[in-house]
């Protein structure tokens, strides 16, 4: 028998529970001349969305019959309307700026005075809040970008720090509440490496057709969501992409997507707009290669040379504009077949100019990843060795770019 009472007891103390969290509840002390009344308000649940119908109802000493006590709910454009005995209906407007509404009381007595009294009883109001696609409102001026590292526009430097994700806020569909975005922004080196990675926490929402509205819709979010009080008024327009290097030829991407930090449940990672940008960088470019050389073929044949296995190197290399990718083919001078860079005797190494088909860049321009100071091909040599006559070789080469 005791457990049963236990057991009843903690089943009432639950009910009790999830009641008191279903409603909003406050009691008000009434002063007039010669009679002191409580008043209970109470509305159905803590929080309601625009569009919503409010409940409320009171409950009465009875006191002082005479005494007329008529709710107000402190909402623009909102009447609560009586539909019976000391029970109240009003419908939330769809156009309301999230908030906390206190309940008033407007008190008529006996005499006719008329008073008012504040109330504890909140009428919290939020507002819908969904994922809306990015794709329907950001949008990266002043030049689009490309959806492929391989479709990258090639921007001057100028342009690259130009570049703004601009939110068209008329494009967010009405009721879908805030939007919580990251933007972030790689720095990719030609030849693979990641050289710098930013990340912007911004938000935006869709206009409400008057600035000094929007202003305040601005400063209750920030207020909201801790992570988002550094931003900037005008950041829910517009954020400048902002880069700290810009080496030539690099890949920019810029990647927009819901922040899912902010937004509960699951991540929709095809919800996310990216593009990307090349920095224009010179179209002719110098280096300074060491390969290991092997003759194929030697023109001169009978005029033997014990070839040494370094050959050192200026090349000169073209750049395609539009992939900021280097020529497969380079032109090169410096020596050839000695035993290090300056080992230059007679019947061993030489001077050469070189026409060099490199296998490597062949591959970076299929988007094979390969280090940029790899280099590896074939070789034509017009080569000029020390008193011996000159001769044109062909040969397999291995190298590395300083």
């Known amino acids: 028998m005791p457990r049963r009472m236990m057991a009843g007891m903690m089943l009432l103390c639950i009910v009790c529970a999830v009641g008191a969290h279903a409603e909003q509840r406050s009691t008000v002390l009434i002063r007039l001349p010669h009679t002191d009344e409580n008043i ?11 569009g919503d119908t409010v409940s409320l109802s009171i409950i009465r000493d009875d006191s002082e019959k005479e005494v007329v006590v008529t709710p107000i709910l402190t909402i623009e454009g909102t009447t609560l309307d009586s539909v019976e005995n000391n029970a109240y209906i009003a419908v939330i407007p769809q156009n309301v700026t999230p908030g906390s509404y206190p309940v008033h009381l407007d008190v008529l007595d006996a005499q006719g005075r008329r008073l008012l009294y504040r109330t504890d009883c909140i009428v919290e109001v939020e507002e819908y809040e969904d994922v809306e696609q990015i794709e329907r409102y950001v949008r990266i001026i002043p030049e689009a970008g490309g959806s492929d590292p391989q479709t990258a526009v090639t921007l001057d430097r100028d342009q690259i720090r130009d570049l703004q994700v601009v939110f068209q806020r008329d494009s967010i569909r009405e009721g879908m509440g805030p939007q919580f975005v990251t933007i ?14 930013l990340e912007r926490r911004v938000m935006t929402f869709r206009s409400h057709g008057d600035p000094n509205k929007d202003r305040a819709m601005f400063i209750q979010y920030r207020k ?21 290097s810009l080496p030539n030829w690099a890949t920019i991407k810029v990647s927009v997507e819901p922040d899912y930090t902010i937004k509960i449940g699951a991540a929709d990672r095809a919800n996310s707009v990216t593009r990307y940008f090349r920095v224009k960088g010179h179209r002719i470019e110098a280096g300074f290669t060491l390969g290991i050389p092997k003759v194929l073929y030697d023109t001169r044949a009978e005029d033997s040379i014990d070839y040494g296995n370094t050959s050192a190197m200026l090349r000169l ?3 395609d504009g539009a992939s900021g990718h280097r020529f497969p083919v380079n032109f090169g001078i410096g020596t050839f077949g000695v035993n290090s860079p300056i080992d230059v005797s007679v019947g061993r190494g030489g001077f050469a100019t070189s026409v060099f088909l490199d296998i490597i860049e062949l591959m970076r321009r299929l988007d094979i990843e390969v280090g940029l100071k790899v280099n590896a091909g074939l070789e034509l040599t017009p080569f000029f060795p020390i008193k011996k006559k000159s001769r044109l070789l062909f040969d397999a080469h291995v190298g590395l770019a300083l």
């Open 40 to 50: 209970i308000i109470s509305v159905e649940k803590p929080v309601y969305f625009p």
């Open 224 to 244: 909201a969501y801790g992570p988002y009080a550094a931003i900037r008024a005008d950041e829910f327009e517009r954020v400048q992409v902002e880069l700290d």
């Open 317 to 319: 290399y073209y750049v």
């Open 184 to 197: 972030k922004t790689t720095v990719r080196l030609r030849g693979g490496t990641t050289a710098q990675t």
